[in-house]
């Protein structure tokens, strides 16, 4: 198994609540991810990262801020959380080699009360 | 806009019953094609990766086909083991430094005893 862990495994919330999601990887890739995955729509980009301090937008980021200050962490936060961003969280990591699969974490669920 | 489409949605099998899943796709440039698994409550589990047509990847009773078009993954006699949710994904060459996946919802896979 990739060496991918998340933090938390599961939370509940409440909402306009700022909530951190760590994801930790032992494995030196370049490349992390953060996904949220929702029955209907499959796994959908929030945020990427190709560096230390080097980040961009995906497909949903809305509410969502990330940061990267060393190459093994990425931080997912929502600044105030609603109800649509209850879901399942995924990390996912790549680029140690010249391939380009991505390999996923355990993944956080996170409920917004 | 890249897209991908899976089908069916539920496949249910009796443990020894061959059949294939199917992933079509369009994306302006395909750089490769993924397949996934994922087991309830679990991280998709990489399996494959394919990069062009008329290539074919297998891994015990799994092997994946890819055509300009579509892929499929084959099931050789499945056991109640493979049940799980497969998933596809796509990587456009003009993905640049994201490498951007994007991902099909789909095929629940029940094999029977």
């Known amino acids: 198994d990739a060496g991918i862990t998340q933090s938390p495994r599961h939370k509940v919330t409440e909402t306009g609540t700022p909530v951190t999601l760590r994801c930790h990887q032992t494995e030196n890739h370049r490349y992390m991810y953060w996904y949220r995955q929702d029955p209907g729509h499959g796994l959908r980009l929030i945020h990427y990262?190709?560096?230390?301090?080097?980040?961009d937008k995906g497909e949903v980021s809305d509410g969502y801020s990330v940061s990267r200050s060393k190459t093994e962490d990425f931080l997912l936060t929502l600044e105030s959380a609603t109800s649509s961003q209850t879901s399942v969280y995924f990390c996912?990591?790549?680029?140690?080699?010249?391939?380009?699969?991505?390999?996923f974490g355990p993944g956080t669920r996170l409920t917004v009360t | 806009e890249d897209q991908v489409t899976q089908s069916p949605e539920a496949l249910r099998l009796q443990e020894g019953e061959s059949s294939s899943l199917n992933c079509s796709y369009t994306?302006?440039?395909?750089?490769?094609l993924f397949w996934y698994r994922q087991d309830p409550g679990k991280g998709p589990e990489f399996l494959f990766t394919?990069?062009?047509a008329g290539e074919e990847k297998e891994k015990e009773r799994l092997k994946a086909t890819l055509t300009k078009k579509e892929s499929f993954l084959h099931i050789t006699a499945p056991k109640p083991e493979d049940s799980a949710t497969y998933l596809c994904?796509?990587?456009?060459?003009?993905?640049?430094?994201?490498?951007?996946?994007?991902f099909g919802s789909g095929t629940q896979l029940t094999v029977l005893p």
């Open positions: 990262s190709y560096g230390v301090k080097d980040t």
């Open positions: 994904a796509v990587q456009a060459r003009t993905s640049g430094s994201a490498r951007q996946l994007t």
């Open positions: 394919l990069y062009s």
């Open positions: 994306v302006s440039g395909l750089r490769g």
């Open positions: 996912a990591i790549s680029g140690v080699r010249d391939t380009y699969e991505q390999y």
